[in-house]
């Protein structure tokens, strides 16, 4: 077995079928077809099954992608080594990451991290935390930054910090106006609500549903987004309802004064943010020390605080009105102490 081939068969495997991996390979479909029948041959026995949609793998095709993936894996090492023996601070970084999270994230690390491997790339992929799990598992990214709850053996799990998920809606909402700002809740008190859902493959989509079915939900949805930043302004607009992570609303300090947030209750796993690489994964020093900025995030030169330990928000408001006795002016429409 030879990496090109090992690279084909886990193409073609994670395509569905040879004609689109061929165009993700950039390689003909005949050309793509002789090189399974040569792997084949070479094993005596078939790979995959021709006869589903997508392509399934036979017993041994699935030995063989075992084989594979831990092939590709120890070449990739070996070349990350070879290169941080001859070059120390050239490189790259394939970075998984959600969108909310990288607003987050990204604005505090790359200044600093820049500025002392001007010569590493960094390559972004975007997308929900339970893909970007599944991308890691499979090493398509080097570190994956997410929220989740550790599940898979193959991964380590670096903490960053823990989450909560609150219920968030307009202050001028039927919900709002029937239970006070910042009690919590079961899910159920917002059965007659109208939701606006984060898209699956996002880990607050996976909470939502296992509610959902838990307490016996089929809630209206208004639609469904995968931008939290869309589904928070849209939620407050519209009067309807969004499950989200509370650090999230720090990124939006100016919404704070239009909405209202209600702890969850009855979430059994807690949310945490991780920084996470597959095990067998070669760590270059580039790659530790940015594992070492995520999980201290100092402040970045240049970069406004962003609510990092802050008391207050900018205009003078407390980060938790509610809990800090101020009231809201409905008539000014502004918080006063």
């Known amino acids: 077995m030879n990496t090109r081939h090992?690279?084909?068969?886990?193409?073609?495997?994670?395509?569905?079928?040879?004609?689109?991996?061929?165009?993700?390979l950039y390689v003909s479909q005949?050309?793509?077809?002789?090189?399974?029948?040569?792997?084949?041959?070479?094993?005596?026995?078939?790979?995959?099954?021709?006869?589903?949609?997508?392509?399934?793998?036979?017993?041994?095709?699935?030995?063989?992608?075992?084989?594979?993936?831990?092939?590709?894996?120890?070449?990739?090492?070996?070349?990350?080594?070879?290169?941080e023996i001859t070059h120390e601070d050239h490189g790259t970084i394939r970075l998984g990451i959600p969108v909310q999270r990288a607003m987050e994230v990204l604005p505090y690390i790359l200044p600093r991290f820049k500025d002392r491997y001007p010569h590493v790339e960094i390559r972004v992929t975007e997308d929900g935390s339970s893909a970007i799990e599944t991308?890691?598992?499979?090493?398509?990214?080097?570190?994956?930054?997410?929220?989740?709850?550790?599940?898979?053996e193959e991964l380590e799990y670096i903490f960053v910090e823990a989450e909560e998920l609150v219920l968030l809606t307009s202050r001028l909402s039927a919900l709002a106006g029937?239970?006070?700002?910042?009690?919590?809740?079961?899910?159920?008190?917002?059965?007659?609500?109208t939701f606006?859902?984060?898209?699956p493959g996002h880990s607050v989509r996976d909470i939502q549903d296992r509610l959902f079915i838990l307490k016996e939900m089929q809630p209206r949805v208004m639609f469904e987004t995968v931008s939290i930043e869309v589904a928070k302004r849209t939620a407050i607009a519209c009067g309807a309802?969004?499950?989200?992570?509370?650090?999230?609303?720090?990124?939006?300090?100016?919404?704070?004064?239009?909405?209202?947030?209600?702890?969850?209750?009855?979430?059994?796993?807690r949310r945490c943010f991780y920084i996470c690489h597959r095990k067998d994964r070669y760590l270059t020093r580039f790659m530790k020390d940015f594992i070492s900025m995520v999980t201290?995030?100092?402040?970045?030169?240049?970069?406004?605080?962003c609510l990092d330990g802050q008391e207050e928000i900018p205009g003078g408001y407390p980060l938790n009105p509610e809990s800090s006795g101020w009231s809201w002016d409905s008539g000014n429409s502004r918080w006063k102490s």
């Not at 239009?258 to 009855?266: A, I, N, R």
């Open 6 to 24: 090992a690279q084909y068969m886990l193409t073609i495997l994670k395509e569905g079928s040879i004609t689109a991996a061929a165009r993700k």
């Open 296 to 305: 201290t995030r100092e402040q970045a030169p240049g970069i406004p605080p």
């Open 241 to 269: 309802v969004m499950i989200c992570p509370r650090n999230y609303l720090d990124t939006t300090p100016q919404l704070l004064p239009h909405c209202v947030t209600y702890p969850l209750t009855g979430i059994e796993n």
């Open 30 to 83: 005949p050309s793509l077809s002789q090189t399974v029948r040569l792997v084949e041959n070479s094993l005596g026995t078939p790979i995959f099954n021709r006869t589903t949609d997508p392509i399934t793998l036979t017993y041994a095709g699935e030995k063989y992608m075992e084989a594979a993936r831990q092939i590709l894996t120890i070449h990739s090492n070996l070349e990350k080594e070879i290169s």
């Open 135 to 152: 991308m890691a598992r499979e090493g398509n990214v080097d570190l994956a930054c997410l929220t989740t709850s550790p599940k898979y």
């Open 178 to 193: 029937r239970i006070p700002a910042g009690t919590p809740i079961d899910i159920t008190e917002a059965r007659n609500e």
């Open 196 to 199: 606006i859902n984060i898209k």
